[in-house]
């Protein structure tokens, strides 16, 4: 059934109990497909503080670890908001990686290589097998109460992983909104999207580059 190459779908099951609320889908929520996107995202992203508070460290927590969990945590919610439309994402549809017309994410295949283009559910499924990639090396994403993280492991690991998972965030919001809303799952991945950029901010992991044609959404969220 997975003739357009959907991503592996592989959950890494260590999502904190007190973040599983955020997955639940949103129901009774009537929105026409042709509603301009601000518009809808302002109407569900509500205001209240709860997740503001959710992103800091707690007290006495590691933060290489607050940040491993949470590198997990958000690949298992983009893993989970893809796949509720992958059948719309096939290499037809979306032959290249792009997020508008102005933005196009590249994949290397090897390291040295030049990146080159791919379709967007390509990009996914390599994206997603190389972050499970980096789950399984025991010296980047050590097992639990063993094992030591390596040096600069925020720095170079976290932000690597969140940069190129942003561009999924960034692919549906810019090509798969419709799909979304269709799905009634914009509350989900609005408050998915909301909790990852306050995570980013709380630890400034991404640069507002990093956002590229998501820039003037996230200023927004920053706001309330
Ligand atoms: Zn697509």
């Known amino acids: 059934m997975r003739e357009n190459g959907g991503p592996v779908v592989t959950d890494f ?8 609320q955020f997955l639940q889908p ?8 042709h509603q301009d996107l601000k518009q809808i995202v302002e109407m569900t992203l509500g205001s209240e503080g709860v997740l503001n508070q959710a992103v800091k460290l707690p007290r006495g927590e590691d933060e290489n670890e607050w940040c491993a969990v949470h590198c997990v945590d958000f690949y298992n919610q983009i893993n989970m908001l893809y796949g509720t439309i992958t059948e719309f994402c096939s290499p037809q549809s979306c032959p290249r990686m792009i997020a508008t017309n102005e933005y196009e994410y590249l994949w290397c295949f090897q390291k040295g290589q030049v990146p080159v283009a791919v379709s967007a559910p390509k990009y996914v499924e ?4 190389w972050c499970q990639d980096q789950f399984d090396d025991e010296s980047i994403f050590p097992a639990k109460l063993s094992g030591q993280f390596p040096p600069k492991f925020i720095s170079k690991y976290v932000v690597q992983m969140l940069r190129r998972l942003f561009r999924v965030y960034a692919h549906i919001y810019c090509h798969h909104f419709n799909e979304i809303l269709e799905l009634n799952l914009q509350t989900v991945l609005n408050t998915s999207f909301r909790h990852f950029c306050l995570f980013s901010q709380e630890f400034e992991l991404l640069r507002p580059a990093d956002f590229g044609p998501l820039l003037e959404l996230v200023m927004e969220l920053r706001d309330r």
Do not use: F, I, W
């Not at 099951?13 to 599983?20: A, E, L, R």
């Not at 009774?28 to 497909?33: E, F, L």
């Not at 390599?126 to 097998?129: F, K």
């Open 13 to 20: 099951n260590y999502t904190p109990s007190h973040q599983k």
């Open 26 to 33: 949103a129901v009774g929520t009537t929105v026409s497909s």
């Open 126 to 129: 390599c994206l997603m097998r």
